[in-house]
């Protein structure tokens, strides 16, 4: 049974700092997803990493993926409040899997 | 890019009756889609998979006589929620995969369901 696990599951951040959220896969996957959800809403697509090594960035957030270590990170680079949210990951093998998600607030 | 239109938003029902939720795919065709429910604070958690012409696959646990899925179409997916009750409660969302593979899912808006 594929198993997606992220950590933390909360992350209390100060602006201008740095830091990064872990997402661990428990079989082999085609691709893994990290999406942001905002309250009240649905997922909004971040990045889509197809291979081993793969590494995206937009704005102030990076994504890698290590398929070998069934790990993929999701860097926030000098946070700043408006990327409070809930951040998931999820792996797909014949269906998606999210992890439990990463609450992320970004105090002033 | 790629629309899911899921509606409605937000529904409200007494204990007892079905609510029937819609997941269209307003662009492209989707042979796959996924129904998600999440409850507050909490992960997605995959109801079932729904394929165009064929029955519904639903996830260990899922009540397939309670929640009814068709997918009658190359855009149109469907989530009824029958005899609803008040643990049914919940944010429901579907997903669609683009025929032919892909690499993107889309999501719908979402549907809050509250059974009074």
């Known amino acids: 049974e594929l198993k997606v696990e992220q950590n933390p599951l909360f992350l209390s951040m100060q602006e201008g700092k740095n830091y990064t959220i872990y997402c661990n896969y428990s079989t082999t996957s085609d691709r893994l997803y990290w999406y942001r959800q905002d309250p009240g809403k649905s997922l909004e697509s971040l990045f889509v990493?197809?291979?081993?090594?793969a590494v995206k960035q937009e704005g102030r957030l990076m994504a890698s993926l290590d398929t070998k270590a069934r790990l993929s990170t999701l860097h926030i680079t000098a946070a700043v409040h408006d990327l409070s949210a809930t951040y998931f990951c999820?792996?797909?093998?014949?269906?998606?899997?999210f992890g439990q998600g990463t609450e992320l607030s970004v105090k002033p | 890019g790629a629309v899911v239109s899921q509606h409605p938003s937000r529904v409200i029902c007494k204990s007892g009756t079905s609510v029937k939720i819609e997941c269209r795919s307003l662009d492209f065709q989707a042979t796959t889609m996924f129904w998600y429910r999440q409850f507050p604070k909490q992960s997605l958690m995959l109801m079932a998979t729904s394929n165009e012409g064929s029955k519904a696959t639903y996830e260990q646990g899922v009540e397939k006589d309670k929640f009814l899925i068709n997918h009658a179409s190359l855009t149109l997916s469907t989530l009824t929620v029958t005899s609803a009750h008040p643990e049914d409660s919940s944010f429901y969302i579907c997903?669609?995969?683009?025929?032919?593979?892909?690499?993107?899912?889309?999501f719908g808006s979402g549907t809050q369901l509250s059974v009074l």
């Open positions: 990493l197809l291979s081993n090594g």
């Open positions: 997903s669609a995969r683009v025929s032919g593979g892909g690499e993107k899912l889309f």
């Open positions: 999820a792996v797909i093998k014949g269906k998606l899997i």
